[in-house]
Each structure stands twice: as C-alpha cells, then as structure tokens.
C-alpha cells in the first residue's frame, strides 16, 4: 500500500513568506519546492478544479467562482454542488482504485455532493425569516453533530466578512484531526483559508499580512503534531500554495462602464437599484482580476462594441474575444462572450450603481451569494454606517489575472522527493503528483 497522503491547501502562501513559518520549514524539510503557477482565472474554484483533475477550464468547465447559467437566466455565486466540475477529481479516481482507497475533503469549494468518502464544507441553513443557522454539510451526515459537540459550530463569520481571521482554519484543522482520528483516509485535502484575509484587506506585504502567516504557521503545527498520532509515521505532506496575492491601487467598475455606455439594465426595487441580466445587452460577472461579460443572443455588433468599449481602459490588460478565450483554456460554453482581464496592480469591482444612495440593500451586507460577482469589500466595515462600506478602493490586495511575474507565483512543497519536474509547476500538475503517489495511471 502507498503511503497516506496529506495535502494542504493553502491560498496566498508565497515562497517569501516560508522564513516565518517553521512548522511549514519542519514539516517539508526532507522534500522539495517549487513554484506553482495558477491556472486562469486563478481564483478559487478553478484553481482547486485544476488541482483536483489535472485538467484547465476548458475541460473541467469551472470558469470561474460564480456561473451565469444561460437556460435559466441565472447568476448562481458561491455554491457548493460537486457536479458543476465535468472531469474526475482524485477521490472519484482513488475510489475506483483496486485497493479501494479512501479520501477526506474539508472545505474545498464544490465538495457537496463529491465522491469521497468524508466530506464536511460549510452549509448554513438559510431560514424564513432571513437569518441564518450554523450548518455545516458533512459525510457522514451525522459527523457534524460530532464535531459541534466537540468543538462548538465552525465559526462561520470567521471564514468571510470584516471578522474572518485564525479561528476557522483552527477550527478546520482541529475537525480534520478529529476525522483523521477516525478513519484515518488513505487522502486528505484540507483547505486552510487564513492568508486570503488580511493579504486582502492591507495588501500582501503589509503587518497584519505578516502576522496571518505566523498564525497559519501555529495551526499548521498543530496539523503536523496531531496526524501522526492519527496515522503513525509514514506520512506524505503535499502543500500547494493556490495562488499569490499580489498589491492593488486601482479599481475598475465593469457593469459601470456597461451601464455608461448604455448595454446594461437595472429595474428598480424598494431597496435600490438590482442588476437586470434579462434585460440587458451586456453585463459582467466580476471576479477578482478577470469578468466574464455576457452579451444577449451573442450578437457580434454588441460584442464588438463591449470589446471597444474596453480596449485600452486604465486597469484593463487584455480584452479577450470568442476564440481569443483558448489562448487561456478557457474555451468552455460557460464563458462570457468576452472576458475583461485586469493589469496586475487593478482589480475589477461588481458595482453598477452610480450613486450609492440607490445601490441594493445587499450591497452593505455580507451577501456573497446574492451579489453578481465577488466582493472583497465584506472584508472591511464601515462604524459609522455599521455596514459594508461602499468604498472599492479599501481593498489592497488581489489575484486572479495571468502569472506574468514571479511575484504572482505561489509555491508547492513536499515532505519528501516528489521529482518535481522544474523550478515552477502548473497547479493542474498536483493531480498528476497525487496520482503517482497511489500508482493510478494519468491516463485518465
């Protein structure tokens, strides 16, 4: 049998940042590290689709970490069902292996409904009355009951929002401790969020950014402590880093601009003015450094006119069209028209009001679902209102455009030789490193 394998998934985490973590250094001392480049878009849910089936965009169909699903008319944000993703992830393969091996996924995006065998991501449930109760979904289902009675609720507000800070990875790594403690899986996919939040809110490289990577080095040492005790010794430790955060000083404002040049609609309701995609000759699902734009019936002179319309905009880096998207893999039939993608030093913000006295009322909350694109503004708040400020420019740290620089690497690590094969790896090589692990053909 293969040894067991650990794998943590860490956004934000840098080769620059490795001298103050001495758990990490411990921990992979006897391994290699390499750059790891992030496929475009490198957000989330490609990013993590990539690493977990070897393939980019165009085949794995995560274009993104939101979804303009056509037939419906719908923006969907943020959720969490497995089947979105159209390829194979490392659990489906190491299920159907001959030694019916066993896989743990805590917390990655798309994990609902996915074939591994223990599974917990947070699912709180939405009531009548607007509120929301502390859920996570887990397999088996009643895990999470086990988990609360061990470790109180995972502490939602502090995996997102003005609050987010150490205490939901802790609480991640203490319940996977407590599942590796129990069954002991063959895989274990552990996503560790922390360095997202202050990399954000301040920039990459400023104190409180710093201070994040000594308090993720904390819980990682609690990881390395507590799985051996679970597993014995003969452990395998894979650490990617998603994607690097790099510095902000500009904003752009997409569906602004669509709106200025009369292509997007807005209807008005009783708490402001909400986007109308039905109604619309065009209007973009934002994403941190990159937006899907969406043209009604993909008319070629509205699709024309968008790409002009932001050609050469201050922000802008390239302007991608039709069959441009295959420069990036990212030809796929949930892709916009056009994507919009950011120069590295900006960043691209979902707002279409003009005057934030009519902007929705979910645009001063914590509403990630509801928004139509990602908003990295939940991480700061506004005393005066007692709010979600409406000020893009408070954001100081970003990612997702192409790695054009060492500075938007990430890195990848092991605890042992793994023949990494250069001084950088694509995220989607992960899967390939995992797959060998457990001798499975990558012929799959």
Not at 36 to 44: A, Q
Request: glycine share 8%; proline share 8%; hydrophobic share 40%.
């Amino acid at each position: 049998m293969p040894k067991k394998m650990i794998l943590l998934s860490i956004p934000g985490l840098r080769e620059k940042d490795l001298p103050a973590m001495p758990n990490l250094r411990q921990l992979t001392a006897g391994g290699e590290m390499a750059g790891l480049i992030p496929s475009f878009p490198c957000v989330t849910c490609p990013v993590q689709a990539a690493m977990t089936t070897g393939k980019p965009p165009s085949e794995h169909g995560v274009v993104a970490n939101g979804f303009f699903w056509r037939e419906k008319g719908q923006v969907e944000m943020w959720t969490s069902p497995n089947e979105c993703i159209d390829r194979s992830q490392v659990w489906d393969l190491l299920s159907h292996h001959e030694d019916r091996l066993t896989s743990a996924v805590w917390f990655p995006l798309h994990s609902k409904g996915c074939e591994a065998d223990f599974v917990c991501t947070p699912a709180p449930i939405h009531n009548p009355d607007g509120s929301e109760s502390l859920w996570c979904y887990t397999r088996p289902t009643e895990l999470y009951g086990q988990l609360r009675d061990e470790l109180d609720h995972f502490p939602l507000k502090h995996f997102w929002g003005p609050i987010a800070n150490i205490q939901s990875s802790r609480w991640i790594a203490d319940s996977a401790l407590f599942a590796a403690g129990q069954w002991q899986p063959d895989f274990f996919y552990i996503y560790l969020p922390h360095l997202d939040y202050a990399a954000q809110r301040t920039g990459p490289d400023s104190d409180p950014a710093a201070a994040a990577v000594g308090e993720l080095d904390e819980v990682i040492g609690r990881l390395a402590a507590g799985m051996p005790e679970a597993y014995g010794d003969g452990l395998f430790w894979l650490v990617a880093g998603e994607y690097a955060i790099v510095p902000v000083d500009h904003v752009t404002y997409p569906n602004r601009v669509l709106r200025e040049a009369g292509l997007l609609k807005i209807r008005q309701e009783e708490d402001g003015e909400h986007l109308d995609p039905a109604g619309s000759r065009a209007w973009a699902l934002v994403d941190h450094q990159a937006s899907h734009v969406f043209v009604a019936d993909a008319d070629p002179a509205t699709v024309a006119k968008v790409a002009d319309v932001f050609r050469g905009r201050p922000g802008i880096a390239e302007v991608l069209v039709g069959a441009e998207l295959s420069r990036y893999e990212l030809d796929h039939a949930r892709s916009g028209e056009i994507v919009l993608i950011s120069t590295p030093d900006s960043w691209q913000a979902y707002y279409w009001w003009l005057d934030d006295a009519k902007a929705p009322g979910f645009a001063r909350t914590v509403d990630i679902h509801r928004k139509p694109g990602y908003d990295p503004v939940e991480l700061h708040f506004d005393p005066a209102t007692r709010s979600i400020p409406l000020d893009a420019t408070r954001v100081r740290g970003s990612h997702g455009a192409p790695v054009v620089d060492r500075t938007q690497q990430s890195v990848i690590l092991s605890s042992e030789p793994v023949t990494f094969t250069g001084p950088a790896m694509a995220d989607r090589d992960v899967f390939a490193i995992v797959m060998r692990q457990f001798g499975i053909s990558l012929d799959v």
